[in-house]
């Protein structure tokens, strides 16, 4: 099998939105957290808890998300150096790592995105429940 040095490449874009998005995914979250936590030092309620310990989860996969993420891109370039060097097995390998790694970043993102949903629906069936929505 030969790979192309354009091929790692094709992942730059794609990598570094994700990633972006990622990020404005964290940042979300930690405005959140901080506003819960200014709620919860008032009131002291332990719903507020519940959601910031729900948070805090998010934040953890978000961390690792990323971390998927950026490995990814590292390995696309590493593969890019190795077949420069006419490396091509390791390249192809490397890549195929670099995939992996996007992979599971993906994955992690979508068990965040059903934890927020499950969350919101949670959130939201006082409001079904009153209003018969």
């Known amino acids: 099998m030969n790979l192309s040095l354009e091929t790692p490449a094709l ?15 964290f940042l979300t979250i930690a405005q ?3 506003g819960l936590k200014k709620n919860y030092d008032d009131h002291k309620n332990k719903s507020i808890l519940l959601e910031i310990k729900n948070l805090n989860l998010r934040i953890t996969l978000i961390r690792y998300m990323q971390l998927f993420g950026v490995l990814s891109l590292f390995l696309s370039v590493f593969a890019m150096l190795l077949l420069y060097l006419n490396k091509s097995s390791f390249g192809i390998y490397t890549f195929g790592a670099s995939l992996l790694s996007l992979l599971l970043s993906l994955g992690i993102s979508f068990w965040e995105v059903s934890i927020s949903v499950t969350a919101l629906r949670i ?11």
């Not at 992942?11 to 995914?25: E, G, K, V």
């Not at 959130?123 to 929505?133: A, G, I, M």
């Open 11 to 25: 992942l730059f874009s794609a990598t570094s939105l994700i990633l972006l998005a990622y990020t404005n995914r």
């Open 32 to 34: 959140i957290v901080r």
């Open 123 to 133: 959130h939201l069936k006082d409001l079904e429940e009153s209003t018969n929505l």
